[in-house]
């Protein structure tokens, strides 16, 4: 794919409204700002005869004009006269204020509470001007509707907004007929502020719009859409900024987002609605604007089951330590869609939290459902990056790998892991450097097996980035520190006199990456009671010889700090006052997010916030694995379990749960339950932190 044949290709699909020069002042129709009263009759009214009339610009004067919901009608331009300009919208009894029309809600369509500016079938409409738009959401209205899921360790607090967002998503799925869905009042669906639906040549011109009860600005299957100079700041659940859906001919420029969610998302249908509808998002053109805080600076997905297509982002800034992602890919098995022909470029993104490039098929609903996306002919080039928990992070499903991946030119630093590359088919990665290391590489090197003196190990290792043939080295030392070379080829008997091993993979570059060091167990204890589990934790560093091992009995949580101490950084550490002495390991678990400080109430009168002799719930386990695994999934949504019992696993500990049985660090019992709430034997811990160690490379 040009840049350039792409970008003008784009742009031959954009044209500005055909609105007459004629300006209407709004107290031509008897709206009087900083009356106080709600003035959405008087504004309905004159939008609906300056349309009968031909078409004009509606002009509002500076001051505070109190309305409900809007519908914009064909030919009219909504104009905020001044900086002074401000139009509010009434946050009180919506349901007086917002009536039942046909809306989308999370790319569903259904009816719903109006959008407070909305239309539908309209042609050549405008909002524009250097004034306000004001949603009125705050913490006691609109966003107190929905309670969201954070962080790993969110808490679980009523969701009004769950039940009737579930019965949407059922009515999607069985193929209810829209007129059936029908929420509003009674129902707890926020409705989004500006919604035009299958309308054409539409512009979003120079204002500012602050405190959205929901997506911000959402276009649904428009035409010739063009976003120029906007000023997005929300930063309540779900406010994501401009989510384009299943439109053809969309301009976003010199726009500056700090958003409560994604910054930008392009969407095309939700699951059965959105592949039976079969209209993509394409031809976007995203360029010069101002990426702050958010989850993702320019998503794809994840309501994208009708596929995106043809999208070049170039020469945009992405400035904020709070923004997660600055790109971001997310679906999962239930929507299908491609997301195809995609460009990256020339951009710089000063700090992300997460990741510069994050893209997943494991978003909500992850690997439960047989419609598998896909993602192809992808291109990220010319870019600068610093900060985050990874450089690039891609993965997709095994049935369906990512095809016609190019990374050029890209230089990332200050990253804690550099690149996790699941399921990529024959990349292109070409002068990519991460922490200083050039890319394709080796990664994830590790032992396999147990080291015993005397026997056999072999390593394994994946190319980080691409494909390649790597050679391996052997070092032993009898101290941790002393090492020598000893061996060569991908197996190695392990010498007699060997106390500590690793393992050194080179690529045909020279490239090389090191395997943790690994302790030797004990040829005389080898056919002990100690089972597989425990010596692999005893090589890995996470177990020591502790006599009888009480597999049975419930772990603490100081306990299992020290098995998680390996997979931790050591500088992260939890510094606070505690009414009770613990381990350094459980400061360090806290540190990084592995275990949660207690909030809870105790009924021994307990007051310690670490809690060290506490015991940790099946559910509570499911979100350490996720934790310490290593991978990133920041701002992914909620999804529960496929499992007997999911109505017993906690809305914060769902998705966590529903991943660590996908990754296999956990199962479910022979009766199909997951037991959420039972305890974690040592024994059972044993073996999850083994696979976690696995998977993350240890």
């Given at each position: 794919?040009?840049?350039l044949q792409?970008?003008?290709t784009?742009l031959?699909?954009?044209e500005?409204?055909?609105?007459p ?7 031509l129709f008897?709206?009087v700002?900083?009356?106080?009263a709600?003035q959405?009759q008087?504004?309905q009214?004159a ?5 009968r ?15 409900g ?6 030919r009219v331009?909504?104009?905020l006269q001044d900086?002074?300009s401000?139009?509010?919208?009434v946050n ?7 009536p039942?029309v046909?809306s989308?809600w999370?790319a569903a369509p259904?009816?719903n509470?109006?959008?407070l ?5 309209a042609?050549d409409?405008?909002?524009?001007g250097?004034?306000?738009l004001?949603?009125g959401?705050d913490?006691?209205h609109?966003?107190n509707?929905?309670?969201?899921v ?5 808490d679980?607090?009523p969701?009004?907004q769950?039940e ?6 059922r009515m999607?799925?069985d193929g209810?007929?829209?007129e059936q869905?029908?929420?509003g ?9 500006i919604q035009?639906?299958?309308?054409s040549?539409v512009?979003l011109?120079g ?5 959205s009860?929901m997506w911000q ?8 859409l063009?976003?120029?100079g ?11 900024g401009?989510d384009?859906?299943s439109?053809n001919?969309?301009h976003?420029c010199?726009c500056?987002?700090d958003t409560?969610?994604d910054c930008?998302?392009?969407k095309?249908g ?9 209209i993509?998002?394409e031809n976007?053109?995203?360029e010069?604007?101002e ?9 794809l997905?994840?309501?994208m089951?009708?596929?995106?297509r043809?999208v070049l982002?170039v020469n ?7 923004l997660t992602?600055a790109?971001?890919?997310?679906t999962?098995?239930?929507r299908g869609g ?15 939290h997460?990741a510069a ?13 047989s419609?598998?996306p896909?993602?192809?002919?992808i ?5 600068i ?8 992070f ?8 990512v095809?016609g991946?190019t990374?050029?030119?890209i230089?990332?630093?200050g990253v ?6 699941m399921n990529?088919?024959?990349p292109?990665v070409?002068?990519?450097?991460i922490?200083?290391k050039?890319?394709p590489?080796p990664g994830?090197?590790?032992i396999?097996?147990v080291?015993?003196?005397g026997?056999t190990?072999k390593a394994?290792a994946r190319?980080?980035?691409g ?11 009898t101290?941790?520190a002393?090492w020598?070379?000893a061996?060569q080829?991908?197996?190695f008997?392990?010498?007699?006199t060997a106390d500590?091993i690793?393992v ?5 570059k020279?490239?090389?990456?090191t395997s943790?060091?690994y302790?030797v167990?004990?040829?005389g204890?080898s ?9 692999r934790l ?5 177990w020591?010889?502790p006599?009888?091992?009480p597999a049975?009995?419930a772990i603490?949580r100081e ?10 950084d050591?500088?992260l550490?939890w510094g ?10 459980l400061?360090i678990?806290?540190g ?14 307990h007051?310690s916030?670490l ?16 934790q310490?695994c ?8 909620c999804t ?6 999911a109505a017993?696993v906690n809305?914060?500990y769902?998705?966590n749960?529903?991943?660590a049985l996908y ?5 479910l019992?022979?009766?199909?339950c ?11 811990a ?8 696995d998977f993350a490379g240890?």
């Amino acid at each position: 794919m040009d840049k350039l044949q792409l970008r003008e290709t784009i742009l031959k699909q954009i044209e500005r409204p055909d609105i007459p020069d004629r300006e209407f002042p709004a107290c031509l129709f008897g709206v009087v700002p900083d009356s106080g009263a709600v003035q959405t009759q008087a504004l309905q009214q004159a939008i609906d005869a300056i349309s009968r009339e031909g078409g004009g610009r509606l002009m509002l004067p500076g001051g505070i004009i109190r309305t409900g919901a809007l519908e914009l009608k064909s030919r009219v331009e909504l104009h905020l006269q001044d900086r002074e300009s401000v139009l509010s919208f009434v946050n009180e009894n919506p349901q007086l204020h917002y009536p039942v029309v046909f809306s989308h809600w999370e790319a569903a369509p259904c009816y719903n509470f109006s959008p407070l500016i909305y239309a539908c079938d309209a042609h050549d409409i405008a909002v524009t001007g250097e004034g306000t738009l004001d949603g009125g959401a705050d913490s006691g209205h609109w966003w107190n509707w929905h309670h969201q899921v954070e962080d790993a360790w969110s808490d679980d607090e009523p969701d009004l907004q769950l039940e009737d967002r579930k019965a949407l998503r059922r009515m999607n799925m069985d193929g209810v007929p829209v007129e059936q869905r029908v929420f509003g009042p009674g129902h707890y669906l926020r409705p989004n502020f500006i919604q035009p639906i299958r309308c054409s040549r539409v512009l979003l011109q120079g204002f500012t719009l602050k405190n959205s009860p929901m997506w911000q600005l959402n276009p649904v299957m428009c035409r010739s859409l063009l976003v120029d100079g906007v000023t997005l700041y929300s930063h309540g659940a779900n406010n994501d900024g401009c989510d384009p859906e299943s439109c053809n001919g969309v301009h976003i420029c010199n726009c500056r987002f700090d958003t409560g969610d994604d910054c930008i998302s392009l969407k095309s249908g939700r699951d059965r609605d959105g592949r039976m509808a079969n209209i993509p998002c394409e031809n976007v053109l995203i360029e010069n604007n101002e990426f702050a805080d958010g989850h993702g600076g320019i998503a794809l997905g994840s309501e994208m089951s009708g596929g995106i297509r043809r999208v070049l982002a170039v020469n945009n800034r992405f400035s904020s330590p709070n923004l997660t992602y600055a790109l971001r890919l997310k679906t999962n098995a239930r929507r299908g869609g491609r997301v195809e022909d995609i460009i990256l470029a020339d951009s710089v993104m000063d700090h992300v939290h997460g990741a510069a490039v994050h893209g997943t098929m494991l978003y909500e609903d992850g690997r439960n459902g047989s419609d598998l996306p896909v993602f192809h002919n992808i291109t990220i080039e010319n870019i600068i990056a610093h900060g985050g928990d990874y450089g690039i992070f891609l993965e997709a499903f095994d049935e369906v790998p990512v095809t016609g991946l190019t990374l050029r030119n890209i230089r990332i630093d200050g990253v804690v892991r550099p690149m996790r590359s699941m399921n990529w088919k024959e990349p292109v990665v070409d002068d990519v450097i991460i922490n200083g290391k050039s890319f394709p590489r080796p990664g994830g090197v590790r032992i396999l097996g147990v080291p015993v003196n005397g026997e056999t190990v072999k390593a394994e290792a994946r190319a980080c980035g691409g494909d390649m043939d790597f050679m391996y080295s052997w070092q032993t030392a009898t101290d941790g520190a002393a090492w020598k070379q000893a061996g060569q080829g991908e197996q190695f008997p392990v010498p007699g006199t060997a106390d500590f091993i690793r393992v050194t993979v080179t690529d045909h570059k020279g490239n090389t990456e090191t395997s943790h060091e690994y302790r030797v167990f004990p040829k005389g204890l080898s056919g002990s009671d100690w089972g597989y589990e425990w010596q692999r934790l005893y090589c890995r560093g996470m177990w020591e010889f502790p006599g009888a091992i009480p597999a049975d009995a419930a772990i603490t949580r100081e306990q299992l700090a020290g098995m998680l101490l390996p997979l931790a950084d050591p500088a992260l550490r939890w510094g606070g006052e505690d009414g009770e002495s613990c381990s350094e390991a459980l400061r360090i678990a806290v540190g990084n997010g592995f275990l949660a400080l207690e909030r809870r109430p105790w009924p021994d009168g307990h007051a310690s916030l670490l809690r060290p002799d506490g015991h940790i719930t099946r559910q509570e386990m499911a979100t350490v694995a996720m934790q310490a695994c290593g991978v990133n999934y920041r701002n992914a949504s909620c999804t529960m379990p496929v499992c007997a019992d999911a109505a017993l696993v906690n809305n914060n500990y769902g998705t966590n749960v529903a991943r660590a049985l996908y990754f296999g660090f956990m199962s479910l019992e022979p009766d199909g339950c997951f037991k959420p709430r039972r305890p974690v034997t040592i024994g059972e811990a044993a073996g999850i932190l083994n696979r976690v160690a696995d998977f993350a490379g240890i």
